[in-house]
């Protein structure tokens, strides 16, 4: 049985923590708690997807200089801004 409110609450956290997850820099009960979330909110599991895919990208281009601390933050910021405004194809 899901808690609807464990639900929600979990939902912010792990927009607000995908990064971490990501970079691998959150503890194991913090890794099952969000892959739990994963597990039952599609939404959450589509912005990680898109989240490692475009981190892989960017790996994968040439810079001059290592990328910021945020970047993570940023590119969570983006894709939920370009999810407001751009409607499903
Ligand atoms: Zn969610």
Known sequence: MTNPIKKVRDHFWVRSHASE???GEMSPDDCHRLE???SICPKCK???QDLVK???QLAGM???QPAPD???DD???RLNAEGAKSPPP
Do not use: C, M, N, P
């Open 21 to 23: 997850y990501i970079d």
């Open 36 to 38: 739990d979330h994963r």
């Open 46 to 48: 589509q912005l990680l």
């Open 54 to 56: 475009t981190i892989k």
């Open 62 to 64: 040439k810079v001059d």
């Open 70 to 72: 945020t970047l993570a």
């Open 75 to 77: 590119v969570i910021e």
